[in-house]
């Protein structure tokens, strides 16, 4: 629908019945902000507290502010800051690891429960260690761990 004065879109809808007349009017923004139909946007908001203890005691120094906190990393390669990773679940590039390490460290250590990547064994250095220690089990005469561990290197040879 546009509006009734200048052709834009119109997004205030005004409904008007006097004496079982309905009357419809139907304005774009900044026609219905020129016939005071719709409200002022608020201006600055004044700190009612701050206001309240400069009345009640004019001569007693206002708190001290809180410091500002410490601006968020970002990452110097491609601009990613920590509410962008949140936002997305995503990292940037290799070098946020680096850059944004303060808020990934609790992350990452909540996830994983450790602070270093354990990781999966590369099936070869499983295989060796399995034969280290079907050596360590023929040696030793365990033979039910030896034929395990020769069932066990089999299956993954």
Same mark, same amino acid.
């Given at each position: 629908?546009?509006?009734?004065?200048?052709?834009?879109?119109?997004?205030?809808?005004?409904?008007?019945?006097? @004496?079982?007349?309905?009357?419809?009017?139907?304005?774009?923004?900044?026609?219905?902000?020129?016939? @005071?139909?719709?409200?002022?946007? /608020?201006?600055?908001?004044?700190?009612?507290? #701050?206001?309240?203890?400069?009345?009640? @005691?004019?001569?007693? !120094?206002?708190? #001290?502010? !809180?410091?500002? /906190?410490? /601006?968020?990393?970002?990452?110097?390669?491609?601009?990613?800051?920590?509410?962008?990773?949140?936002?997305?679940?995503?990292?940037?590039?290799?070098?946020?690891?680096?850059?944004?390490?303060?808020?990934?460290?609790?992350?990452?250590?909540?996830?994983?429960? !450790?602070?270093?990547?354990?990781?999966?064994?590369?099936?070869?250095?499983?295989?060796?260690?399995?034969?280290?220690?079907?050596?360590?089990?023929?040696?030793?005469? @365990?033979?039910?761990?030896?034929?395990?561990?020769?069932?066990?290197?089999?299956?993954?040879?």
């Amino acid at each position: 629908m546009k509006c009734q004065i200048c052709d834009a879109p119109a997004t205030f809808h005004l409904t008007d019945v006097v @004496n079982k007349k309905r009357r419809e009017l139907h304005l774009c923004e900044r026609c219905a902000r020129e016939r @005071n139909l719709i409200p002022e946007p /608020p201006g600055p908001q004044i700190d009612l507290k #701050a206001l309240m203890g400069l009345l009640t @005691n004019p001569f007693h !120094a206002p708190p #001290a502010l !809180a410091p500002e /906190p410490a /601006p968020e990393p970002v990452c110097a390669q491609c601009g990613m800051a920590v509410p962008e990773f949140k936002a997305t679940g995503r990292l940037g590039c290799s070098h946020d690891y680096e850059a944004l390490r303060p808020a990934l460290e609790p992350l990452l250590e909540r996830i994983h429960r !450790a602070m270093t990547h354990a990781g999966k064994t590369p099936r070869a250095v499983r295989v060796s260690e399995w034969k280290r220690r079907l050596g360590a089990a023929v040696a030793a005469e @365990n033979y039910e761990e030896a034929a395990r561990l020769r069932d066990l290197i089999r299956a993954h040879e």
